[in-house]
């Protein structure tokens, strides 16, 4: 049996990591730092939001520690903290995509047989 204290920090780091994921901007973001690590304006450009956007939601993705941000002199470089980030997205997104084929499956039977 898990120790209470232990299970209510576990999932505790559960949520904080879902709530950094709860943007669709943050997801975009975390996915285009997979590619490669970028400063603000860069990331602003490549995925079409104003850089003060951007600044909003990296900060987010550094307090729920997804995202590192190191500074190189005047500029601040930002990648995903941890490769298996991505991982974790790619799962999320093929379970999504399953769920909606079935969902999709289920509707054309469902449609099919009141005809």
Same mark, same amino acid.
């Given at each position: /049996?898990?120790?209470?204290? *232990? &299970?209510?920090?576990? !999932?505790?780091?559960?949520?904080? *990591?879902? /709530?950094? =994921?709860?943007?669709?901007?943050?997801?975009?973001?975390?996915?285009?730092?997979?590619?490669?690590?970028?400063?603000?304006?860069?990331?602003?450009? @490549?995925?079409?939001?104003?850089?003060?956007?951007?600044?909003?939601?990296?900060?987010?993705?550094? !307090?729920?520690?997804?995202?590192?941000?190191?500074?190189?002199?005047?500029?601040?470089?930002?990648?995903?903290?941890? @490769? &298996?980030?991505?991982?974790?997205?790619?799962?999320?997104?093929?379970?999504? =995509?399953? /769920? *909606?084929?079935?969902?999709?499956? =289920?509707?054309?039977?469902?449609?099919?047989?009141? *005809?």
């Amino acid at each position: /049996m898990i120790n209470s204290n *232990f &299970r209510g920090q576990i !999932i505790q780091l559960h949520a904080q *990591f879902c /709530m950094g =994921l709860a943007d669709a901007n943050r997801i975009l973001i975390l996915y285009t730092l997979h590619e490669k690590p970028l400063i603000v304006s860069e990331l602003a450009k @490549e995925i079409n939001l104003s850089q003060s956007t951007v600044s909003r939601h990296l900060k987010t993705l550094r !307090i729920k520690g997804l995202v590192t941000a190191q500074r190189n002199g005047q500029v601040v470089i930002y990648s995903l903290s941890d @490769e &298996r980030i991505f991982q974790a997205l790619d799962l999320l997104r093929m379970t999504m =995509l399953d /769920m *909606f084929k079935k969902q999709a499956s =289920l509707a054309t039977h469902n449609i099919s047989s009141v *005809f």
